[in-house]
């Protein structure tokens, strides 16, 4: 960060000064030796409390001012800085000046003095207050970055619909605990905080809760799918049960994520009965379908047994007829017996259709 901060303050920078002086020989002098020391400067010349209050209306990276005005003082000057642009550096730019008013200036508010006639120190002294300003911002945009981030983490602490605990990782102490967590099992907020994970009421079974604490410290995360938690109702509640430990600065703390389950499982479960009901139909119909082809069967094996007999009658008819006839038949006789021979055939055939793997004709 030093780096980035000093390549804010290399040279041919642009500075914009307000310049508290009544000399114009002095300011000449100041101007040069800042243009010499690398600035670009923009700046306003000001020697009384009105100029200097109406040019605090505009922007300013550095206030410098004489001490001894004739209508006007540095002192005066610093307090006016103080009052509407206190994020501006201010260094005293004086002739001779007693030490200890130095020092008291400095006290209330400046971030250095330079006297005119060691000019050569001021270039140095403001690249100094430069980046102190630099890293006052830097650090106070990181702050405001951090309070933001803890604000959204609140919100989303406060709002989740899942409970959690944060719980301190070398003790096991209970640090916090969320509304949902708090609604979910009826307990206060007394009944957590401070006290540890296997001392809290919900977790009843201590050494369980003892035994799963020492496997996080050790493995940094855990996750129980279905484990009973105990409402103070006395009922229990299926949770899943998941925790993980991070360092929050120079601390580890452990974030444990409890989520109610019990419409999972309660829809688990009549997904199975559901399941065990589609079975039992399929079952029944199967059954039914057994019994319905057992009467088939019933049925049909003495229609097939008349079938054959009556085929077999009609084969030998046939042949006799072919017997007596023969020398009778004309080429037509003859062709109308073969067909029939050739139905009566198919027929035969039909009617022993080969059992199937259960003992049973195909129907």
Same mark, same amino acid.
């Given at each position: 960060m030093q780096a980035m901060i000093k390549a804010e303050v290399k040279k041919d920078r642009p500075l914009r000064v307000l310049i508290v002086e009544d000399h114009k020989s002095d300011v000449t002098l100041l101007l040069a030796v800042l243009r010499a020391g690398g600035f670009d400067v923009t700046y306003e010349v000001v020697a009384t409390e009105a100029a200097m209050r109406s040019a605090l209306d505009h922007r300013w990276d550095l206030i410098t001012? !004489?001490?001894?005005?004739?209508?006007?003082?540095?002192?005066a000057a610093l307090a006016l800085a103080l009052e509407l642009r206190p994020d501006v550096p201010f260094i005293i730019v004086s002739g001779e000046i007693e030490v200890n008013l130095a020092v008291s200036l400095m006290q209330a508010g400046a971030q250095d003095y330079v006297q005119k006639t060691e000019l050569i120190r001021l270039v140095p002294a403001i690249r100094r207050v430069l980046l102190e300003r630099a890293v006052r911002d830097d650090k106070l945009l990181a702050d405001q970055a951090l309070i933001a981030s803890e604000? /959204?983490?609140?919100? $989303?602490?406060?709002?989740? /619909?899942?409970?959690? +605990?944060?719980?301190?990782?070398?003790?096991?102490?209970?640090?916090?605990?969320?509304?949902?967590? =708090? @609604?979910?099992?009826?307990?206060?907020?007394?009944?957590? +905080?401070?006290?540890? =994970?296997?001392? #809290?009421?919900a977790f009843k079974d201590s050494e369980a809760s003892k035994s799963a604490f020492l496997e996080l410290q050790q493995r940094g995360?855990?996750?129980? !799918?279905?484990?009973? $938690?105990?409402?103070?109702? %006395?009922?229990? #509640?299926?949770? @899943?049960? #998941?925790?993980?430990?991070?360092?929050?600065?120079?601390?580890? #703390?452990?974030?444990?994520?409890?989520?109610?389950? &019990? @419409?999972?499982?309660?829809?688990? &479960?009549?997904?199975?009965? &559901?399941?065990?009901?589609?079975?039992? /139909?399929?079952? $029944?119909?199967?059954?039914? =379908?057994?019994? =319905?082809? %057992?009467?088939?069967? &019933?049925?049909?094996n003495p229609v097939f047994h008349d079938l054959q007999a009556h085929l077999r009658r009609m084969n030998g008819v046939v042949t006799e007829l072919e017997r007596l006839c023969r020398d009778d038949l004309n080429v037509t006789g003859q062709d109308l017996i073969a067909e029939i021979r050739e139905c009566t055939g198919l027929m035969t055939t039909l009617v022993q259709v080969p059992q199937t793997a259960n003992g049973r004709r195909p129907l």
């Open positions: 001012s !004489d001490h001894a005005m004739p209508q006007f003082s540095g002192s604000a /959204q983490y609140r919100r $989303l602490f406060e709002s989740a /619909q899942d409970g959690i +605990l944060i719980v301190d990782a070398q003790s096991g102490q209970i640090r916090d605990v969320n509304p949902f967590l =708090l @609604e979910l099992l009826g307990f206060s907020r007394e009944e957590y +905080l401070g006290k540890k =994970l296997w001392e #809290v009421a995360y855990i996750r129980y !799918d279905n484990i009973p $938690l105990h409402a103070k109702a %006395g009922n229990s #509640v299926e949770v @899943e049960f #998941v925790s993980n430990v991070y360092d929050v600065g120079n601390q580890r #703390v452990i974030q444990c994520n409890i989520r109610d389950i &019990t @419409e999972r499982r309660r829809a688990e &479960t009549e997904i199975q009965q &559901t399941d065990r009901g589609l079975e039992r /139909q399929v079952d $029944l119909r199967a059954a039914h =379908l057994e019994a =319905l082809n %057992g009467e088939a069967e &019933t049925y049909a």
